[in-house]
């Protein structure tokens, strides 16, 4: 899960492309000082929506000259001096980002400029240079492992359904708008240039859009599509991300977005300028006091079809004797409410215990408590994780972690 | 294991809170009608662990007598840790000491079948097989583990192989069963609802 969830193929779209070809979109950010200098007032001729859905730069646009002389030329590019974001300058004077940076107890070394930025989704500001798109792949990539390899070692045997719905729980979309909602973190009635930096910037959805029919319509990178009913828990472990969910083909960036996939973004974005600035110990020290801090109630993510013969397929497996399920105690078997307390036994030592109004109730919730207690086998919750060792005063040796065969397959 | 995604509702799951043990739910009430009354009820005899005793230490002593509570699925049974676990040595000295003298185990909640395994020759397996394609409605699972001296289960096995389809019987069955869910009125209906909510929730030990 960790490997795949790093993806380093799909960062480099952004990071790695924009110094290699000269596009238009290094001009606007020259051209943008320059008016700010020249104007030195915000205009608010435009309002704020209208704006972001005229993006100022054409990122197609290729200039292959690399003179430069076509950028200033006012037919073909009109002098925009409307932007869809607010300006690096303004988040210096914002008291609510200021406010942000100390409550969060950010690092000094972080500037208020790239908190700013932070904020920014790219269905308000379409330019890579001025939204969180980029930020956002490296802070998510970097809470994915994070999460993964201490869900990996602390709970070796986790089946991967539960694997993926552990990560789910802890770092997916809803929890990170849970997160970012308990730092204060609002959003912005609509993105635009005047909007306070402070506020988290993107393209609300219409009320009652069907998002999920948007986003499958849109199609997955799965190269199966055409064997759409081949998806079993391996094939998600190859193809899909790292909740088991598909990954959208196209990432259509100035389309409109749910909240909560826009506060997911702007933490990962923290999360991953934390680490460009403050360097990976910090980044690490963050996702722990923020994310990983958070209670699970693991043991509820657990959903059996046939406990019985699982846990017998499991005793085989592991060459313990054919588990039993036997009456520890029971009351009232002839009222109306009787009460059977059934515990199972694997030769003479209990493996779980459960109790119900009926026999077959009280001995499924045994096996199912008795797979439980095998699945949820811990060593230890402060176990070393493998990014331990790269601390810099990390001196004794590793120590491997338990790694177990699998789950039980019946 | 369910080979579907589970996705539960993530504010009752995840939580900034540590679970804290005295937080009830239920505001306790006075129901009885006088203090006196309630004194009386509440004056219940200490439990023997509590009580100084002839063989109790001298000194100070931590007392340990927790409530009576359903075992917890964090706690691992002995059996199911690694070998290269170090609590496997802790545990096996207190579960010696805790384990009681008597070594008569709880009585099963059914009857193991002695049913014979393995005494089938392919002659036979391909007679069950004969017996279900021909004469399918005749000749049940439970008939053939009956006639042949082996389990239900392994009938099932062989049947499943022999070719032929049960669609038509599925289709009967369930016709029958929906006529019979169809005179049901509103109370049975409800019950066996619930019955199955229950099962489900059995099978999450929720």
């Known amino acids: ?410 | 294991m369910d080979s579907n995604l589970i996705r539960r509702p993530l504010a009752k799951i995840v939580t900034n809170k540590k679970p804290c043990l005295s937080a009830f739910s239920t505001t306790s009430r006075q129901n009885q009608e006088s203090y006196r009354r309630a004194k009386q009820r509440a004056n219940i005899r200490p439990n023997s662990s509590f009580l100084e005793s002839d063989d109790s230490p001298a000194n100070n002593h931590i007392i340990f007598n927790p409530p009576s509570a359903a075992p917890s699925v964090f706690n691992t049974p002995l059996k199911f840790l690694p070998k290269e676990d170090k609590r496997r040595q802790l545990l096996a000295t207190t579960q010696a000491r805790l384990a009681p003298t008597s070594t008569r185990l709880p009585p099963p909640v059914q009857r193991q079948k002695q049913v014979p395994h393995h005494h089938l020759s392919d002659a036979d397996i391909k007679e069950i097989q004969r017996l279900r394609r021909d004469e399918g409605s005749v000749w049940t699972n439970k008939k053939l583990a009956r006639k042949f001296n082996c389990s239900t289960m392994f009938v099932s096995i062989c049947v499943s192989q022999c070719g032929g389809d049960n669609l038509a019987w599925q289709a009967s069955e369930k016709a029958r069963l929906d006529k019979i869910k169809a005179d049901w009125g509103p109370r049975r209906l409800m019950a066996h609802e619930d019955k199955l909510k229950r099962m489900e929730m059995a099978l999450r030990d929720a």
Request: glycine letters at 8%.
């Open chain 1, 1 to 410: 899960m960790s490997v795949r969830s790093l993806r380093l193929e799909r960062w480099s779209g952004q990071l790695l492309s924009a110094p290699r070809t000269r596009t238009r979109s290094r001009a606007p950010c020259c051209l943008r000082q320059g008016q700010q200098c020249l104007s030195g007032s915000n205009t608010r001729s435009f309002s704020a929506s209208a704006v972001s859905r005229n993006p100022r730069i054409e990122k197609e646009f290729v200039d292959e000259d690399g003179d430069g002389i076509g950028l200033f030329e006012a037919p073909t590019h009109p002098v925009q001096q409307e932007y869809p974001s607010p300006s690096p300058r303004a988040a210096l004077r914002s008291s609510k980002l200021a406010a942000l940076h100390a409550r969060l107890g950010l690092p000094q070394k972080l500037p208020l400029q790239t908190v700013a930025r932070t904020l920014v989704d790219p269905s308000a500001d379409s330019n890579v240079d001025f939204n969180n798109a980029s930020l956002a792949q490296l802070g998510g990539s970097i809470m994915s492992y994070h999460v993964s390899e201490w869900l990996l070692v602390t709970y070796p045997r986790l089946p991967m359904s539960v694997l993926f719905a552990a990560a789910y729980a802890y770092n997916g979309p809803k929890t990170l708008q849970l997160v970012a909602k308990e730092w204060g973190v609002d959003t912005a009635a609509a993105p635009g240039r005047e909007v306070d930096p402070g506020y988290l910037q993107f393209e609300k959805l219409a009320p009652g859009t069907d998002y999920a029919a948007i986003k499958a319509a849109g199609g997955s990178s799965r190269p199966d599509k055409f064997n759409f009913f081949r998806r079993g828990m391996s094939s998600r472990v190859v193809y899909d991300d790292e909740f088991g969910d598909t990954i959208p083909k196209k990432n259509e960036s100035a389309l409109p977005i749910p909240t909560e996939s826009a506060y997911a973004g702007f933490v990962k974005a923290l999360i991953g300028s934390i680490h460009l600035h403050a360097g990976r110990e910090a980044a690490k020290v963050f996702v722990k006091e923020h994310i990983l801090s958070r209670q699970l109630a693991i043991d509820t993510l657990f959903q059996f079809k046939e406990p019985i013969r699982e846990l017998s397929r499991l005793c085989a497996r592991e060459g313990f004797e054919h588990p039993m399920a036997r009456i520890l105690s029971e009351t009232g078997r002839l009222s109306r409410h009787p009460v059977f307390n059934v515990g199972i036994f694997s030769g003479k030592d209990k493996l779980g215990e459960g109790s119900g109004a009926s026999l077959q109730e009280a001995r499924t919730r045994a096996a199912v408590m008795s797979l439980k207690s095998w699945y949820l086998y811990s060593p230890g919750k402060n176990e070393r994780v493998p990014s331990d060792m790269e601390a810099p005063g990390e001196k004794a040796a590793w120590e491997p972690v338990h790694i177990d065969i699998g789950e039980v397959i019946h």
